[in-house]
T-cell receptor
Framework: EAGVVQSPRYKIIEKKQPVAFWCNPI?????LYWYRQNLGQGPELLIR????????DSQLPKDRFSAERLKGVDSTLKIQPAELGDSAVYLC?????????????FGPGTRLLVL | TQLLEQSPQFLSIQEGENLTVYCNSS?????LQWYRQEPGEGPVLLVT?????EVKKLKRLTFQFGDARKDSSLHITAAQPGDTGLYLC??????????FGSGTQLTVLP
């Protein structure tokens, strides 16, 4: 069974440029997460989807970040314009059902470097 | 905001040694998970503990959830180079979302 797929794996851009990340979750997983992981830190939640609905986006910087999950499957995360402080690894995770017994499966992440 | 502090932040040991990693918070969690993350990969779930005082073993790894469900520990017996990685604890609070600790980077030297 294929795991969570993310692309691109690496992205280098100049500040003020836009950038987009793509995630394909495990088939059948209704819940999808986007996390940001800074160097030497644990992941921090950006947004959680239940099917196509964003049920928790309280930590998404909405002035420059946006996300969508059309048809409740694939998802994209966009930054426009990117800032130097956005350099990090962006992780996508999926699970069958959110809650106490949940297992989140993570993709390999997209490593973003903003110059 | 529920914070999870992990210690130590870095740990470098020789193959065969034992080690313990700690995860502490002032908040109560309904469950706590431990993940291992290798370079260039996402975190992989190792274990979930739910009950205060619960102990779970996974081969050479022993996980314990504190009685008050505010802290946890991971003990590795006879560490091997394959155990090298970033160990993350993550607690699930009342808001149902996972809060990750800052991680412990473990290096096991052959």
């Amino acid at each position: 069974e294929a795991g969570v797929v993310q692309s691109p794996r690496y992205k280098i851009i100049e500040k003020k440029q836009p950038v987009a990340f793509w995630c394909n979750p495990i088939s059948g997983h209704n819940t999808l997460y986007w996390y940001r992981q800074n160097l030497g830190q644990g992941p921090e939640l950006l947004i959680r989807y239940e099917n196509e609905e964003a049920v928790d986006d309280s930590q998404l910087p909405k002035d420059r970040f946006s996300a969508e999950r059309l048809k409740g499957v694939d998802s994209t995360l966009k930054i426009q314009p990117a800032e130097l402080g956005d350099s990090a690894v962006y992780l996508c995770a999926s699970s069958l059902v959110a809650g106490a017994g949940e297992t989140q499966y993570f993709g390999p992440g997209t490593r973003l470097l903003v110059l | 905001t529920q914070l999870l502090e992990q210690s130590p932040q870095f740990l470098s040991i020789q193959e065969g040694e034992n080690l313990t990693v700690y995860c502490n918070s002032s908040s109560v969690f309904s469950s706590l998970q431990w993940y291992r993350q290798e370079p260039g990969e996402g975190p992989v779930l190792l274990v979930t503990v739910v009950t205060g005082g619960e102990v779970k073993k996974l081969k050479r790894l022993t996980f314990q959830f504190g009685d008050a469900r505010k802290d946890s520990s991971l003990h590795i017996t006879a560490a091997q180079p394959g155990d090298t990685g970033l160990y993350l604890c993550a607690g699930r609070g009342s808001a149902r979302q996972l809060t990750f600790g800052s991680g412990t980077q473990l290096t096991v030297l052959p």
